[in-house]
């Protein structure tokens, strides 16, 4: 019986757990990379983070998920779960949810926010477990946030665009792993106390 209890909660470990990687995951697209970080910050201390971050000499910054593409591959690439992005709604800004844009000021294409959520005040988004961005306090509670590297030019028109980067290859560490090698460890306590 404790076995079957034990293989239950490892079971729901693993199918509730987001992905994680080693290193950051470069998405052959625009050739910028990605790395979601675990700790729990606030978004303005979170986009303090990302700024004062690297990865390949190129500058980080919280994700800016401009285009129904790059947003379909952060979805297969992390999961979606609660974890901050670079879309934020500027002081004067009509509520709900007028005026957005992103932190590297590339322009604000298309949407993929919750409609439904009109509670107003709230200016930062993240990526919510039902699979769309939503809306919060930049001070309020503290999530995981999602880090994009890569440069960026003002064209002139669209301000910020991404300058392409040549795809390189990442290698993920999928949390599996860390499931099976607990997995390994409950076996091995178990075979001892028989």
């Known amino acids: 019986m404790k ?4 293989f239950v909660v490892l079971l729901a470990a693993s199918l509730w757990s987001q992905k994680s990687y080693a290193a950051p995951v470069q998405w052959a697209e625009n050739g910028h990379w990605y790395e979601l ?11 303090i983070y990302a700024q004062n971050s690297s990865y390949n000499d190129m500058p980080g910054y919280l994700a800016t998920l401009a285009s129904p593409e ?13 974890y901050w992005i670079g879309g ?8 709900p949810t007028g005026g957005y844009c992103w932190v ?3 322009a604000w294409t298309w949407n993929d926010r919750n409609g439904s959520d009109n509670s107003g005040g709230q200016s ?6 039902g699979g769309y961005w939503d809306d919060d306090h930049p001070d309020g509670m503290g999530r995981p946030f999602l880090i994009e590297y890569g440069t960026y030019i003002d064209d002139g028109i669209h301000g910020n665009a991404p300058v392409p980067v040549e795809p390189e290859a990442a290698i993920p560490e999928p949390m599996s792993l860390a499931a099976l090698l607990l ?11 028989k």
């Open 183 to 193: 997995g390994l460890a409950c076996y091995q306590i178990r075979k001892r106390l």
């Open 104 to 106: 590297t000021g590339e």
């Open 88 to 95: 934020y709604q500027p002081d004067g800004s009509p509520e």
């Open 124 to 129: 930062v988004l993240y990526y919510y477990h």
């Open 3 to 6: 076995m079957r209890w034990i």
């Open 37 to 47: 970080i675990g700790t729990g910050l606030s978004w303005s201390n979170a986009r």
């Open 70 to 82: 790059e947003d379909a591959w952060v979805r297969a690439a992390f999961g979606v779960g609660d």
